[in-house]
């Protein structure tokens, strides 16, 4: 489904000063805007424009893929998903607990709704919430754990890979790898899968135990990666390959001691820490959207104050990152970075390096606050969504354009910048500003 209504409307208001779509077209820059005749994303959430753990067209319509279109002037149609989504996304403030829907936050997030009308599958935007590398590669529909979200985007019988392939494209952007290592980060356990499920293309059983693996090693990802490489190479078009985030890129992974300096908030909201975040734990990583969210729900729920300890125990997904997790998983991701900059460097693609931006916006996120966590539209500072891990509208303007901040001093590109530098397009740009990251709440 087309959605160049902006586009139309710029394109109406310089016909009308210069009566002369030629030179409009010649001034935006040809070459690449021919090189994006058909675009093709593969990839997973942040590639979908899933905001606020959900996805629907507001989101769809923001997501970087498709504003690096806009920027090319190329036409990228998308499988857009009507409101509420599929699922739900939250809404804000965090306090209500509430999704788009009316749901509680708490709840299942069972919603999805229809395509719209118009939408014709596959389009030019085929990644998947949730997706591995091998489902990307492999899984069609009807084998697809969440079949109604896959369905939203790709036709029975076909993959990411061959929608891809049968669109002739040329241009392809692949964002893959994340799904691979995102449980581990986010859940606090460390299980390494023997390999993807050869069904639903899930990460597989750990060897030995009746267990799912919560991050996939590099030596089973790598060829994976690399046979939907080859399927790209295959058609003949340019493309970019994305790094996969660091766990340390993560902005709601807060240690112990940033948890310890906002005691007397956590507390006034039922939260009670134990003493460990400002000692022996204080470094550990605990992932705020359900550790502390959840223990904040549960005290205003029940009336009852909740002890949350920032140590990491052991196989368990408490979602707490000691250090030395943190960084066995950080050495996974490394591998998989090295490849596909490698990758890339062999097949003379572009290179866009997701820790990169991802720092920038570390660098311009608030400092932790369980006031803003709970009251706030954008409690994880502007470039980031209600779920404090997809980035929000002005985060996907920032991998599209890149930015720069005064308050912080530091500034990085998009993929527009990376685009235009590796093959001498002339993509436009729009570079974000980032405002102070103390300021931005409502």
Known sequence: MTRRWAL?????????????EESFVDEVGVEGTSAFERYVAIGTSISMGVQGAGVYYAGQVNSWPSLVADAAYADFDLPLIEAPGCGAPFIAPLQFFRRLDASSAAAPNVVCAENYASVSLPENNVAVDGSTTYQALNTAPDDYPEKELIARVLPAGQTQVTAMAAQDPTFVTVELGANEVLRAALGGILLPASGYDPDSGALGQVTGL??????MPYAIWAPVYDEVIDAVVATGARAALVTVPQTTSIVSLRTGAELWADRAALQARGVILNADCGAAAADNLIFVPRKILNAIGAASATGTPQNVSCADVPQTGDNVLSVA???????VIDQMNEHIVETAATHGFALVDANEILGFIMDNRPAFSAARLVSCSYPFGQFISLDGVHPSTEGHRLVAFGGS???TGTSVDGVTDIVNAHYGFSLEQHDVVAIDPNLVCN
Do not use: K, M, R, W
Request: proline share 3%; glycine share 4%.
């Open 8 to 20: 139309a409307l710029s394109a109406l208001s310089v016909l009308s000063v210069t009566a002369c």
């Open 405 to 407: 901040s005064e308050a």
């Open 210 to 215: 009746p267990v799912q693996g919560t991050f």
């Open 325 to 331: 997790e943190a960084a066995a998983l950080s050495a």
